[in-house]
């Protein structure tokens, strides 16, 4: 794992020194349209496929950022969901059928992965995330994309990741909103910091449309793949929120707490933000926009 720091934000580039990752014909031909971007190339496709990625909560946010990734060309996914498929899932679970219902999803997001593109590596784990195992799994991956069903499953990993200095793509949704954000311990603001006071929240307590979740999902992915490859800027120290009913999308952002008990203690490489929002609500999504 190597850290590029560019003017504009620190990148991730995942990196074997031990191994050259070739692409084969099959892959340079699946991937041509992508690698035709410019400032993509076959370099950032290689580091793709030397990249193994976490997903927790596969289900309609989790799942399809998996599907973008596979299709993207992402070395190994690691799936992590606990739990059967409910017939309520399947307005937004892309990777599920009907015939599937009442069995463990995570499975079933696995074949169709493999289905959708064979060359990736899927590891499924039916599990949630709990303080027993998250050592493990965010151990055996160079990024991790929280999209879990719960808060304490969040904490987890974001604890986890700070621990053990793995960026973090962190993506949630209630009802018609949404938000969006990278962290890198040592860089930007952690989950903790962000959020110190967790709120209440029923996961089956709100609707959710499909589309709404899939578009979350895509920025999610998007995120991910410009984080290892170095394309773009990365929403890191930054807070993207979106209102789905208005179409509206905000920049905002969120402040590196020292004292926070997850992030504190580490020594932060780059000024995170503006001492002036310190005072914004702990627990709203209700903060100063970044005037860009």
């Known amino acids: 794992m190597v850290t590029r720091i560019d ?14 990752l070739n692409l084969t014909p099959t892959e340079l031909e699946r991937y041509r349209r992508q690698i035709m971007l410019p400032g993509f190339g076959e370099d950032a496709q290689r580091q793709l496929k030397a990249t193994t990625v976490l997903v927790t909560g596969v289900g309609g946010l989790g799942g399809t950022a998996a599907v973008y990734l596979a299709v993207a060309g992402i070395g190994r996914l690691i799936l992590v969901r606990g739990g059967d498929l409910r017939l309520d899932d399947m307005n937004r679970q892309i990777l599920m059928t009907h015939d599937w219902v009442n069995r463990p999803r995570v ?31 965010v151990q055996s991956a160079d990024l991790a994309l ?28 209630n009802d018609m909103e949404a938000y969006l954000t990278t962290i890198v311990p040592g860089q930007t603001p952690c989950l ?32 991910a793949i410009k984080l290892i490859t170095g394309l773009g800027q990365p929403l890191q120290s930054q807070l993207l929120t ?36 310190r005072s914004a609500p702990a627990n709203s999504l209700d903060w100063v926009a970044l005037n860009r």
């Open 107 to 137: 499975f079933k997001a696995k074949e169709t992965l493999e289905r959708i593109n064979p060359d990736v590596q899927i590891d499924a784990i039916c599990e949630y995330i709990t303080p027993d195992n998250v050592d493990q799994l």
């Open 7 to 20: 003017e504009s934000a620190v990148v991730l580039i995942a990196m074997r020194n031990d191994v050259v």
């Open 146 to 173: 929280d999209c879990a069903h719960n808060f304490d499953e969040r904490n987890w990993l974001n604890a986890a990741c700070v621990r053990w200095q793995k960026p973090m793509i962190e993506a949630a949704m």
């Open 242 to 277: 979106m209102n789905f009913n208005h179409m509206e999308f905000v920049k905002r952002r969120p402040y590196h707490d020292p004292d926070c008990p997850v992030c504190g203690s580490l020594s932060f490489t780059q000024r995170v933000l503006d001492q002036s929002v």
């Open 192 to 223: 903790s910091c962000i959020f110190p006071e967790k709120p209440d929240w029923d996961r089956r307590g709100f609707g959710v449309l499909g589309a709404v979740s899939g578009t979350l999902a895509c920025l999610t992915a998007l995120e």
